[in-house]
């Protein structure tokens, strides 16, 4: 089980909070990243069982 922890900064939360939606794993390594339209667009690649998660940042 995880657990959100109140004392995470929020602009960590994406990052540190990230697990892949189809099996809940949380080793979703950075497959690349990418620059588009002023925001950071990084595609990862569950280690477990390969679901492909894409998260946008906003700088
Ligand atoms: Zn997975």
């Known amino acids: 089980m995880v ?3 109140p004392a995470v900064n929020p ?3 994406e990052e540190r909070g990230l697990r ?3 099996c ?3 080793h979703l ?3 690349y990243t990418r620059q588009q339209n002023g925001h950071i667009m ?3 690649r569950c280690r477990h069982c390969g679901h ?3 998260t946008r ?3």
């Open 52 to 54: 492909r998660v894409v």
């Open 24 to 26: 809940g794993c949380g």
């Open 29 to 31: 390594p950075v497959r």
């Open 42 to 44: 990084r595609v990862r």
């Open 20 to 22: 892949c939606p189809k």
């Open 11 to 13: 602009s960590m939360r």
């Open 57 to 59: 940042e906003r700088p």
């Open 3 to 5: 657990k959100d922890s």
